[in-house]
């Protein structure tokens, strides 16, 4: 079976600061990676995904997520920061192939401070 | 840009009671799915829904759980008897190929 470990609850950080949201996988198949972002009272939005390829990932806003499949892990990093980035941002992991669901992380909570 | 929409935004029930959480998944995907995020907590695979049935659902979806793509376009979560731990947003999701699924904006079931 597939989980996500998010290691961070809540990452506060100043505005134009650098940030990395950490997010570790285990799974013993190949697998797809994914970053979602969910603003106040609003639902998930893609910020990038991992299938295959160049394991540096470049998203919307900004964001860019790198994949390392010997730390199993696949760390989100915004080299400098906005208020409206504050959010939750969740990793979330699924089976390559078919229609496999998705398995989240329990999310990470970044505040963004002026 | 082709969104996945949900109606109603918020629901308010009376345990016990039956509920009918609705959404229209992008026209064009075929792979269609009901997730849940209790208050707090991380978000949870209900069911996945392709070709006019199921195809995997978790332990969370028991008996008291349907899904039904009714006309072609609409996608539905039916609650028959709701609990008090059946409160959360549930969000639809759809897909096309084999990789992204789209979220709508989830209806929030409050159960008193």
């Known amino acids: 079976a597939q989980s996500v470990t998010q290691l961070d609850s809540q990452v506060p950080v100043f505005e134009e600061a650098p940030v990395e949201l950490r997010c570790n996988y285990s799974?013993?198949?190949?697998?797809?990676l994914f970053w979602y972002v969910q603003y106040p009272n609003q639902g998930l939005q893609l910020l990038l995904k991992?299938?295959?390829?160049?394991?540096l990932v470049k998203g919307i806003n900004g964001f860019e997520a790198e994949f390392n499949k010997s730390q199993t892990s696949f760390h989100l990093r915004k080299p400098s920061v906005h208020i409206s980035d504050t959010a939750e941002y969740f990793c979330?992991?699924?089976?390559?192939?078919?229609?496999?669901?998705?398995?989240f992380g329990a999310g990470t909570r970044l505040a963004v401070h002026p | 840009e082709p969104e996945v929409t949900q109606t109603p935004s918020h629901q308010v029930t009376q345990m016990g009671q039956e509920v009918i959480l609705r959404c229209v998944p992008i026209?064009?995907?075929?792979?269609f799915y009901w997730y849940r995020q209790i208050l707090g907590q991380k978000v949870e695979f209900l069911v996945s829904?392709?070709?006019?049935?199921?195809?995997?659902k978790s332990e969370i979806f028991d008996d008291q759980f349907s899904v039904e793509r009714p006309d072609g376009s609409n996608f539905t979560l039916k609650i028959r008897s709701t609990k008090l731990e059946d409160s959360a947003m549930y969000f639809c999701?759809?897909?096309?190929?084999?990789?992204?699924?789209?979220f709508g904006p989830g209806t929030r079931l409050t159960v008193l």
């Open positions: 999701a759809s897909r096309q190929g084999a990789d992204t699924q789209y």
């Open positions: 799974s013993s198949v190949s697998v797809y």
């Open positions: 991992y299938l295959s390829g160049s394991t």
């Open positions: 979330a992991v699924s089976l390559s192939g078919g229609y496999n669901k998705l398995i």
């Open positions: 026209s064009n995907h075929l792979y």
């Open positions: 829904f392709y070709n006019n049935e199921i195809s995997e």
